[in-house]
T-cell receptor, first 112, second 116 residues
Framework: GEDVEQSLFLSVREGDSSVINCTYT??????LYWYKQEPGAGLQLLTY?????DMKQDQRLTVLLNKKDKHLSLRIADTQTGDSAIYFC????????????FGQGTELSVKP | NAGVTQTPKFQVLKTGQSMTLQCAQD?????MYWYRQDPGMGLRLIYY???????DKGEVPNGYNVSRLNKREFSLRLESAAPSQTSVYFC???????????????FGSGTRLTVV
């Protein structure tokens, strides 16, 4: 079945770049997403990429998509303590009404 | 414009009790979803409703029922709560897909449910 995998934890120093990785299985996925969840809050859409794109940049965020390897990454430049959160990768299925399948989430810890 | 509103925010139930989680959106979205979030497991889809009057099972529907009361509201019911249903529940809604535009899902702030 469909599956999305992420590593569970990442720790970086303030000012460094963070790279969060994700792999997915559905080759017919149309969109891939990155969501951010702060403690006690819901999920906030950070950015997304259409499956026919290789890269998308949005201010400090860069999304890279390797469709052949089904690998997605999120790079956060100049990481700040306010970036500490859980980051979820998600794929929109090409079938089944376009449901979103989420990864387990990567907890990003930014140390001063 | 409140987005997606979930009630209650917190709830403690005893095993065997029933309750309904409420969700409403004011964005005129067609599709609505219920997810549960458990540590280390991400979000898993319980049920979804592609449009008013339709509902479908997701990955983990057992022990739950849903009602799409109208376009705005999509409720999740636990008929006989079990400790395994202790979780954080999120409701979400989505705009219809349009060419070259993708707004993703809008999530509510969640309901933290504990079953003892």
């Amino acid at each position: 079945g469909e599956d999305v995998e992420q590593s569970l934890f990442l720790s970086v120093r303030e000012g460094d770049s963070s790279v969060i990785n994700c792999t997915y299985t559905d080759s017919s996925s149309t969109y891939l997403y990155w969501y951010k969840q702060e403690p006690g809050a819901g999920l906030q859409l950070l950015t997304y990429i259409f499956s026919n794109m290789d890269m998308k940049q949005d201010q400090r965020l860069t999304v890279l998509l390797n469709k052949k390897d089904k690998h997605l990454s999120l790079r956060i430049a100049d990481t700040q303590t306010g970036d500490s959160a859980i980051y979820f990768c998600a794929e929109r299925l090409g079938s089944q009404g376009g449901k979103l399948i989420f990864g387990q989430g990567t907890e990003l810890s930014v140390k001063p | 414009n409140a987005g997606v509103t979930q009630t209650p925010k917190f709830q403690v139930l005893k095993t065997g009790q029933s309750m309904t989680l409420q969700c409403a959106q004011d964005m005129n979205h067609n599709s609505m979803y219920w997810y549960r979030q458990d540590p280390g497991m991400g979000l898993r889809l319980i049920y979804y409703s592609a449009s008013e009057g339709t509902t479908d099972k997701g990955e983990v529907p057992n022990g739950y029922n849903v009602s799409r009361l109208n376009k705005r509201e999509f409720s999740l019911r636990l008929e006989s709560a079990a400790p395994s249903q202790t979780s954080v529940y999120f409701c979400a809604s989505r705009v219809p897909i349009k060419a070259d535009r993708e707004d993703g899902y809008t999530f509510g702030s969640g309901t933290r449910l504990t079953v003892v």
